[in-house]
């Protein structure tokens, strides 16, 4: 069996070296272990140090195309390089490499597609207090839309089966954490959490530049994700506002004309009931054609699937 972990990385030619020998090349019930770093248009000595330290593969994008494409990259690579098992983990040497046998153990029992590494933040006393709360806000968000008890959404030390691998399709362009998720849950995929270790940062997260910048970032995220697998649940509950909306403005309207028999003093509330209810109504015609459109889409993912296996 072959384990390759993947490593994406971006000006982490401090810490990438460490990433790399801290990682067990020798676990029960793995015959090989693999290290690929998937180097983000790093401007710094990155690939230089990540080859001394032994990574077996290096892939490098010409610029930053973000943690997103970069994660993606290194998850088909290692499909394609024909690793039946998959970990991630991050360059900047907070997760501890000589864990990955915990996450690996859920799979070898059989109980899972996914683990995921949870790092216990309310138990960290080195993470600022704006984060803890993101984090705490988009698991939150993630647990509502996948169904699944998640405790930690954002954690970055992951593994995959080969056969969870090959179902990602991940189209996001900033992070991937709650996207997988999403689609995890929604392809059936089973998950499991275990507790790691979660060190401090040395420097600045190149990720989180600002809090905000990342939230918008991961709430549009989410809801792509949930509206592309759930159309018509999203788009009826637009077009039922919509239509209530205008049903509500238009109370008064009707109110005068059976009391006056006249619309016209209230001309502009009727035009904004007609417009309303009419948008409402098409909001549940687009939400039935985009379920038409989400089959297609299924059968291309099975195809997709078909083809990485």
């Known amino acids: 069996m072959k384990l390759i972990v993947t490593i994406p990385a971006y000006n982490e030619e ?19 272990v693999e290290v690929l770093v998937i180097n983000d248009g790093s401007t710094d000595n990155t690939v230089e140090v990540a080859r001394k330290a032994s990574a077996d593969h290096i892939i490098s994008h010409k610029r930053n195309l ?14 394609e390089l024909g690793a039946d098992i998959i970990v991630n983990t991050d360059a900047d040497f907070q997760y501890n490499g000589t864990e990955i046998p915990n996450l690996l153990q859920p799979i070898f029992d059989g109980k899972a597609d996914i683990v995921i590494g949870d790092r216990q933040i309310d138990t960290l006393d080195h993470m600022p207090r704006g984060k803890v709360w993101g984090n705490k806000l988009a698991t939150w968000v993630t647990r509502r839309v996948t169904g699944w008890p998640i405790r930690d ?12 691998a090959c179902r990602m399709n991940l189209t996001g362009d900033y992070t991937y954490v709650q996207e997988t998720l999403i689609q995890a849950a929604n392809k059936n995929l089973t998950l499991v959490q275990v507790p790691v270790e979660f060190r401090k940062r040395d420097g600045k997260s190149r ?6 910048g990342y939230a918008t970032s991961a709430g549009k995220t989410i809801a792509r994700s949930f509206r592309d697998y759930h159309p018509i649940r999203v788009f009826t509950w637009i077009g039922i506002f919509l239509i209530l909306a205008g049903l509500v403005v238009g109370f008064g309207v009707l109110l005068h004309y059976f009391e006056t028999g006249m619309v016209t003093p209230h001309l502009p509330s009727a035009v904004l009931t007609t417009v309303l209810v009419i948008v409402g109504l098409q909001a549940i015609v687009f939400g039935l054609l985009a379920d038409m459109m989400k089959t297609q889409r299924v059968l291309a993912e099975e195809i997709l699937y078909r083809l990485k296996r």
């Open 66 to 79: 973000g943690l997103a494409k970069t994660f993606r990259d290194g998850l088909n690579a290692a499909v």
């Open 14 to 32: 401090r810490s990438i070296g460490d990433v790399i020998q801290e990682i067990p090349r020798t676990i029960d019930g793995i015959d090989r």
């Open 207 to 212: 990720l989180i530049a600002s809090l905000f």
């Open 153 to 164: 959404a954002q954690t970055g030390f992951r593994a995959f089966t080969r056969d969870a």
